[in-house]
């Protein structure tokens, strides 16, 4: 899932003076891929989304362990993410990025942003590490189902059914009441028009247009959907049913009650990577870095900072997640091919249908 937080994402100015003058290699830095000699030391910088949280203490001890200092930096979703690492081609701000997921993954490795390298820690032998799948130069750190959120107060108060499957949600009883993300730029909005794909083939968009005749809203981030427009009583926005993950709702349990629910048969399962960017000129301690996110502090860590699964077999996770967060059982997936061959003209046709973003609210 994401952090229950919103944390500040860097501006487009911002992310021009570090590539111009604090950048983690420029232009000029030496190609990157094979084995490096030097000591995992000095300064290791992660490029990451908005949401992303780990608690201090965990970060302190690396750092203290392993004489590295992490520093991050944010930069929207997952689509942003993507976007910043290959525009930044050649002169990356960045040693490592972290939470590249499934559907842009196969974008990032076509482009040749990332030195080959994909950890061998403990947590690779894991059951849970070997379900997800593999990319060159990825390495899998957490997974999560993409899943409609609802707000049960909401329904409890107006006394409405909730909506179960997909095609629910374009019935007249649920108009103007769901807010999805935008796919071009939101990664979890990418899993929900895959998972859409996959439940209706080439009716895909005729689905769309119902839910767009429905009064569907489109968000421009996870961020957006959840804290500004869902209803759910921590946020107050005016749409009870959003666009968020299986594992959101143990963040809005209230005195032991739960406030919210995922709609598991709407799920598409998310995995992010991790991986090393071309250019970094701490090639060392990139690889200490990617190796400690799959250590058992780190992955112990995910559940209640950023409300994922851990890949790592030998985790804690939450007891209160086997009652309020199951996976789904048969989640929506697409072939990974599938989601390279197609993705961009997704994109394109789902921005094209009835010139969606002017007719949508967007936020």
């Known amino acids: 899932m994401r952090a229950q937080r919103a944390l500040t994402a860097i501006t487009a100015l911002s992310l021009t003076a570090l590539a111009a003058g604090c950048s983690a290699a420029g232009p000029d830095a030496p190609a990157s891929g094979g084995p490096s000699e030097a000591p995992a030391s000095g300064v290791v910088t992660v490029l990451t989304h908005d949401s992303f949280y780990l608690p201090d203490e965990v970060v302190a001890a690396f750092e203290d362990s392993s004489g590295i200092d992490v520093e991050f930096v944010t930069t929207g979703d997952g689509g942003s993410l993507a976007n910043q690492i290959i525009l930044t081609k050649g002169a990356p701000i960045a040693d490592v990025v972290y939470g590249i997921d499934n ?12 030195v080959e390298y994909v950890s061998d820690a403990p947590a690779t032998g894991s059951a849970a590490y070997a379900s997800v799948p593999s990319l060159p130069g990825l390495t899998p750190v957490d997974y999560s189902d993409v899943c409609i959120n609802i707000d049960l107060t909401w329904f409890e108060a107006h006394d409405v059914e909730p909506p ?34 996959a439940a209706f083939g080439d009716d895909w968009s005729e689905y769309w247009e119902a839910l767009r005749a429905n009064g569907v809203r489109v968000a421009g981030s996870w961020s957006d959907a959840y804290y500004v427009d869902f209803s759910a009583p921590n946020y107050g926005g005016d749409r009870p049913i959003v666009l968020s993950y299986a594992s959101s709702p143990p963040s ?11 709609l598991l048969d709407t799920c598409f399962r998310q995995v992010e990577y991790t991986g090393i ?4 000129r701490n090639e060392a301690g990139a690889k200490a870095v990617i190796d400690w996110l799959l250590s058992d502090d780190v992955q112990s860590a995910l559940p209640y900072a950023m409300y994922v699964y851990p890949v790592s077999d030998t985790a804690t996770i939450p007891d209160e997640w086997l009652e309020h967060a199951p996976l789904a059982d048969s989640p929506w997936q697409l072939p990974p091919a599938q989601i390279e061959e197609q993705r961009e003209r997704l994109i394109l046709d789902w921005t094209a249908l009835g010139n969606y973003l002017k007719t949508t609210p967007y936020h």
């Open 103 to 114: 559907t842009f993954a196969s974008r990032v490795v076509e482009e040749g942003v990332l």
């Open 164 to 197: 179960v499957t997909l095609e629910d949600l374009a019935e007249p009883q649920y108009k103007d009441l769901l807010v999805v993300t935008n796919p071009a730029t939101s990664s979890p909005g990418l899993a929900f028009l895959l998972a859409t794909v």
């Open 252 to 262: 809005e349990v209230i005195d032991g009650v739960p406030t919210s629910a995922a």
């Open 277 to 280: 960017l071309a250019g970094t």
